[in-house]
């Protein structure tokens, strides 16, 4: 039997978390910002689909992309520089998490991003923790990703791509933005092919751990980032400004 929180509980120890299946820990509990914030600061996630109780996970070990390891392949590389699209920040947040849970993936039904974690996360975009990248072409959102900010870490959460590549050059302008910031380590949660295509690699959740307990303090960028922040990234000129 897994521990089951109350709405006061703390975590428990890491050491609690299942091997199989991919580190559940425990479940109960609630989505408020607090205990979101506090998760994420100790190496848990919330992740459950529609009909299952609040799931929270630690996998060991866990996907990780440092930005100085990130790969561009060629024909990534051809795209970046074509320049027929725009990157912003935090324009269209409520957009971009509904875009996620939209999407269909490989081996999956329905999504996990439910109505209550879509408000959930919602709040800690107000609240200044939650950032989403946007890909525009042609003045429609084609790409993005949106994820968790907390010191100098950075918690990735889902992505989509309605164009080729769109999530792919979210993903580069997000990477190339937070290596000029300082930051250290971009949480990828799991092992796909695609982000190890990207440079991800699995380290153990005790170095996990140990990572993330030294960029957490570090003072962070505060509230909604500036919309235009990776715009120049890959040599870019400035599109017009989102709505806010």
Same mark, same amino acid.
């Given at each position: ?14 050491? %609690?978390?299942?091997?199989? /299946? ?7 509990? +609630? ?13 848990? %996630? ?23 390891? %990130?790969?561009?392949? !060629? ?14 920040? +935090?324009? !269209? =947040? ?5 875009? &996620? ?5 490989? +081996? ?53 791509? !309605? ?9 580069? !302008?997000?990477?190339? =933005?937070?290596?000029?910031?300082? %930051? ?19 380290? /153990? ?16 960028? &505060? ?20 709505? /806010?």
């Amino acid at each position: 039997m897994i521990p089951w929180l109350g709405n006061t509980d703390s975590f428990p120890p890491l050491e %609690f978390a299942l091997r199989e /299946p991919n580190g559940l820990l425990c479940a109960g509990g +609630d989505l408020t910002p607090q205990r979101i914030v506090q998760a994420y600061i100790n190496g848990i %996630f919330p992740w459950y689909s529609p009909g299952e109780p609040l799931l929270w996970w630690s996998p060991d070990p866990r996907m990780v992309l440092f930005p100085d390891e %990130f790969r561009i392949s !060629h024909s990534l590389r051809k795209t970046l520089h074509k320049a027929n699209y725009q990157v912003r920040l +935090d324009t !269209h =947040f409520e957009a971009v998490i509904q875009a &996620c849970a939209r999407t269909s993936r490989r +081996d999956q039904t329905g999504t996990w991003i439910t109505p209550e974690i879509r408000a959930a996360y919602l709040r800690l975009h107000k609240l200044g923790y939650a950032h989403s990248v946007e890909t525009w072409i042609d003045g429609e959102l084609a790409g993005g990703l949106y994820g968790i900010a907390i010191g100098k870490m950075f918690y990735g959460e889902s992505m989509f791509a !309605h164009v080729t590549d769109a999530s792919k050059i979210a993903i580069a !302008h997000l990477v190339r =933005f937070l290596g000029e910031q300082g %930051f250290g380590m971009i949480d990828c949660q799991m092992n796909t092919p695609h982000l190890a295509s990207l440079g991800a690699r699995e380290i /153990p959740r005790d170095e996990f751990i140990h990572n993330l307990q030294r960029l957490v303090v570090i003072p962070p960028l &505060c509230g909604r980032w500036p919309s235009e922040s990776a715009a120049f990234a890959w040599g870019q000129t400035p599109g017009p400004e989102a709505e /806010p």
